[in-house]
């Protein structure tokens, strides 16, 4: 059952984020549609995510898929009822080698530095999408997803 909650989740966030039109999902928006559906919250916490994909609204800055996910680990704490003064979350060292983690295998952990544009103009990323760097941002959504269930399922 767990592994069937699992990938319903994370197909709905792929397809989300594969989405063309209005339906799209950015790569954070993604993110937070796994954890929402794992986690049985409300749908509509995608929209918290809305100025996270590009790296924070096509800036470059933090992938949206870990901003995402850092952002999910906060959506789990409210619905669990989890609560610890700021930076002493027992979760915390833990993000951040997951963080590591993904640099170490993708080779950045900046949009800019994983796609190799800038987005924030309409032409940068009209570029972006036309050249198929876009693709690759799903790769970056799953292995989030992959990686943020076990995160959700516990806390430290």
């Known amino acids: ?9 994370k197909a709905a966030a792929l397809t989300g984020f594969a989405e063309m039109g209005p339906q799209h999902l950015n790569c954070a928006q993604a993110v937070v549609r796994f954890a929402s559906m794992v986690l049985g919250a409300d749908q509509d916490s995608v929209v918290l995510a809305r100025y996270f994909g590009g790296g ?5 800055q933090v992938c949206g898929a870990l901003s995402g996910a850092a952002l999910s680990l906060g959506l789990r704490d409210r619905c669990r ?18 963080f590591r983690r993904f640099e170490a295998e993708f080779g950045a952990m900046t949009c800019s530095g994983l796609v190799g544009y800038a987005t924030d103009t309409p032409e940068g990323y009209e570029r972006f999408r036309a050249d198929g760097k ?23």
């Open 134 to 156: 876009y693709v690759s941002c799903e790769g970056y959504v799953s292995w989030a997803c992959d990686h943020l269930y076990d995160f959700l399922e516990t806390t430290s």
């Open 81 to 98: 009822g989890l609560s610890w003064p700021d930076g002493a979350s027992p979760d915390a060292e833990k993000v951040q080698r997951l």
């Open 56 to 60: 924070m609204t096509r800036m470059g």
């Open 1 to 9: 059952m767990i592994e069937d909650r699992f990938r319903t989740a």
